[in-house]
T-cell receptor, first 110, second 113 residues
Framework: GENVEQHPSTLSVQEGDSAVIKCTYSDSASNYFPWYKQELGKRPQLIIDIRSNVGEKKDQRIAVTLNKTAKHFSLHITETQPEDSAVYFCAAYLVDKLIFGTGTRLQVFP | NAGVTQTPKFRVLKTGQSMTLLCAQDMNHEYMYWYRQDPGMGLRLIHYSVGEGTTAKGEVPDGYNVSRLKKQNFLLGLESAAPSQTSVYFC????????????FGPGTRLTVL
């Protein structure tokens, strides 16, 4: 089955700096990779996703890159703000379900 | 449009007791999922359903059962609760496919003593 590893588990940055979270997956058949953000005490919400036919996707300050050969994908947040503080989960799709990574707690300090 | 709702929000059980968690969605979604969230473990899929009357096992199905008798509802049952089932449980739904956006409910915090 699919296995998704996510690093780092915690990440602290100063406001305005960039943050990068990396994930690797094991099954080369996976072809869809979403990222979810979960604020403290709230439900996870989709922030961006990428499909295997593209290498990069951007949405304002967030971007996701995918390297199918190496089987890894990354979330990039530029010009971080305190409201970016949350837990971020990557996921990989395989046969009717998503397999999630273990999460990265991002703290943005003013 | 309430989206995805879960009942109850909190519950405390004693070891061996049973209970059912209810998930409801009003978006006419085909796919529904139950996850558990534990510290350092992320979101792990328990069971899921690809349509009314269907269920399938996820990553961690042992100790749980599910039913999808109506399209809008997905029930998660614990027949004999164990302390290892202490967790936050999230339900989610997606329109027609697992590659569609999954919309999560607010979660149920379950403690098994």
């Amino acid at each position: 089955g699919e296995n998704v590893e996510q690093h780092p588990s915690t990440l602290s940055v100063q406001e305005g700096d960039s943050a990068v979270i990396k994930c690797t997956y094991s099954d080369s058949a996976s072809n869809y990779f979403p990222w979810y953000k979960q604020e403290l005490g709230k439900r996870p919400q989709l922030i961006i996703d990428i499909r295997s036919n593209v290498g990069e996707k951007k949405d304002q300050r967030i971007a996701v890159t995918l390297n199918k050969t190496a089987k890894h994908f990354s979330l990039h947040i530029t010009e971080t703000q305190p409201e970016d503080s949350a837990v971020y989960f990557c996921a990989a799709y395989l046969v009717d379900k998503l397999i999630f990574g273990t999460g990265t707690r991002l703290q943005v300090f003013p | 449009n309430a989206g995805v709702t879960q009942t109850p929000k909190f519950r405390v059980l004693k070891t061996g007791q049973s209970m059912t968690l209810l998930c409801a969605q009003d978006m006419n979604h085909e796919y529904m999922y139950w996850y558990r969230q534990d510290p350092g473990m992320g979101l792990r899929l328990i069971h899921y359903s690809v349509g009314e009357g269907t269920t399938a096992k996820g990553e961690v199905p042992d100790g749980y059962n599910v039913s999808r008798l109506k399209k809008q509802n997905f029930l998660l049952g614990l027949e004999s609760a164990a302390p290892s089932q202490t967790s936050v449980y999230f339900c989610a739904s997606s329109r027609n496919h697992a590659q569609d956006t999954q919309y999560f409910g607010p979660g149920t915090r379950l403690t098994v003593l």
